[in-house]
């Protein structure tokens, strides 16, 4: 499996004490954030509290009327008769954060933004304390920069994460991303209640939407959540909002190619997705999106 | 396969006086493997000049990127400038000078 690399074989583009200072200002910049992002997620996160009684116990809440029978004709010997408040298991999860570290990046000037977004989401995660962190990034390659096995900690590991990026690849393959998550999250798979979501950051330029969304449903089934933060350019005049896509379609009367111009977004194949153009918007849209996919996945 | 959904974002700007066939400044995204044709096809489509009548007949267009002619396709035009389709390629257009029959051949 070689798209993935292995760490230890490359070397970061960018030096340590550089990426410290730029992890130093992005932490800075999204302190009070962060806390505020943690809060948000806990209660999405948080186990909903069970209210079933559940049995048989020797001492419990309440009695379970359908014990009390078997209870007396045994001679009293089959004493578990006590139905007890069921505590809520604790949610395990998973968090794949996957960074665009492709060269539009740079272009469109949305690095700035996409540092303090990693910065944010990896301490309050942090701060959550449950659940796995691994920091992904994605281009041509797809390389994990951050694995799951690995505890996280700002002082090290956020330096260690930002090295990594240096927006300069000359190609964004989501399709490849996609794939490959799919695979990191599967080994990773320790017990079937886990929740796996992965929240991309990306300026949301991306090829072949019809590939993609055959991917994205396949996340679904299997239970991995895709969260798509699109980091708008803050020039309005180069917005993805307004963006168009010119497309051809087959007429088959006529054999022949139409063409067809529709809004970029219009297909975006990614179904939970954010626009954001300021660092401060992000962790309100974050527990929006999350909010509407949990209820989502409950309802079916 | 690669090749036939790769694509680049583009502005499409214009000197043209005539505000008639001015298009929105809005990026596009359109396929690498477009040339002139392809994008003056693009262009009348944005102007809604896609019919017979005489004001909405088709317009021939020709393409400059850099202030220089488009004679290829995006794609050549990106690899032989070193660039790749991680740019956004600003894309002037004008009314065709060339005759119809030499515009054919690019
Ligand atoms: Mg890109």
Redesign the pocket.
């Known amino acids: 499996y070689d798209v993935v690399q292995d760490l230890d074989t490359q070397s970061p583009p960018r030096d340590f004490e550089e990426a410290r200072e730029l992890w130093r200002v992005s932490d800075q910049a999204t302190q009070e954030l962060a806390s505020g992002l943690c809060e948000q997620l806990r209660l999405i996160l948080e186990p909903t509290k069970s209210t079933k009684l559940k049995g048989d116990y020797k001492t419990g809440k309440r009695l379970n009327m359908k014990r009390i029978i078997p209870y007396i004709a045994s001679d009293f010997r089959k004493d578990k008769i006590w139905l007890r408040r069921t505590k809520p298991s604790k949610r395990e999860y998973q968090v794949m954060l996957a960074i665009?570290d492709?060269?539009?990046?740079y272009e469109s000037g949305s690095v700035e933004l996409a540092f303090n977004a990693v910065a944010l989401v990896c301490k309050a995660l942090n701060q959550l304390e449950s659940g796995d962190l691994s920091v992904v990034r994605f281009g041509e390659d797809v390389k994990v920069v951050h694995s799951f096995d690995k505890p996280f900690n700002g002082h090290d590991s956020g330096p260690k994460i930002f090295q990594w990026f240096d927006f300069q690849q000359t190609r964004?393959d989501v399709r490849q991303l996609c794939e490959s998550s799919l695979n990191i999250f599967e080994e990773h798979k320790v017990n079937t209640d886990l929740w796996q979501l992965q929240i991309i950051i990306s300026?949301g330029?991306c090829e072949d939407h019809e590939t993609l969304k055959k991917l994205v449903r396949k996340a679904r089934e299997e239970r991995i959540m895709l969260v798509f933060v699109i980091i708008d350019t803050l020039n309005s005049e180069e917005s993805i909002i307004d963006m168009s896509q010119v497309k051809y379609n087959l007429d088959p009367e006529t054999n022949s190619m139409n063409l067809e111009v529709k809004k970029y977004l219009e297909t975006f194949p990614f179904d939970f997705y954010v626009v954001v153009r300021n660092i401060n918007e992000l962790p309100e849209m974050l527990s929006l999106i999350l909010r509407q996919y949990f209820s989502e996945v409950a309802s079916t | 396969m690669t090749e036939d959904i790769s694509q680049v974002k583009i502005k499409l700007v214009s000197k043209e006086e005539d505000e008639t066939l001015r298009v929105p400044e809005a990026p596009l995204f359109v396929p690498v493997s477009l040339k002139r044709y392809g994008l003056s096809e693009v262009v009348n489509h944005l102007l809604g000049r896609d019919g017979q009548a005489e004001e909405t007949r088709p317009i021939s267009f020709d393409f400059l990127i850099g202030e220089k002619l488009l004679r290829t396709t995006l794609d050549d035009y990106l690899v032989k400038n070193g660039l790749s389709n991680?740019t956004l390629l600003e894309v002037e257009y004008t009314r065709s000078a060339l005759p119809p029959s030499f515009l054919a051949a690019f």
């Open positions: 665009d492709s060269k539009s990046m964004t300026d330029v | 991680e």
